[in-house]
């Protein structure tokens, strides 16, 4: 797959986003983790929307594969690999490239959980799906900062109490 064209964790990942754009935050710069990842499987929304820092080590595995003072990626987790090993993160190509050549394809990381920093863009709640009244309706939380694992949402309803929404998957919760 070309490194500009969208690849699944910027336009069908698993977590809800649907289309990002490379534009707009997170830019692009995202992942997919292991569905054995321990994170994956601790973290509210399957650490949907968390933010990390990766960086390439020359270890034992796939040394020699580093890019010379490349330093880390930021990186959001907009996407699963359930064919992935449970330590494996899946970046889109654009930024593996940042910090190993795309052509050795495999390196050894280590990361770290950061706080989400997307910038003067507010936290939204995107309405994807209304099926009016007596159906449901589903929506996706997008920008989320600092620690960015949503715990749990609610809608005001019309006679002014709260709702509280059900997590699908991922970003996504739904009310009926």
Known sequence: MHPHSPSYG??????GYF???KDVYPFWQVAAFATSNKYFNSLPGKACGTC???ECVEGKQFAGRCRPGAGSAFITITDSCPECGADHID???????????AAGGRIDIRYRR???????????????????????VRVTAKNAAGKA?????????????????QNKWGTAWEVS
């Open 149 to 165: 694992a949503i715990k749990s949402v609610e809608m005001k309803g019309s006679d002014g109490t709260w709702i509280p929404l």
């Open 91 to 101: 970046l889109q190509a654009l930024v593996f490239d940042r910090i190993a050549p």
């Open 114 to 136: 950061v706080a989400c920093q997307p910038g003067d863009n507010p936290i939204k709640m995107q309405v994807h799906s209304n099926y009016g009244p007596g159906k449901w």
């Open 10 to 15: 910027t336009k069908e990942g698993s977590c």
């Open 19 to 21: 289309n990002l754009s």
């Open 52 to 54: 990390w820092e990766v």
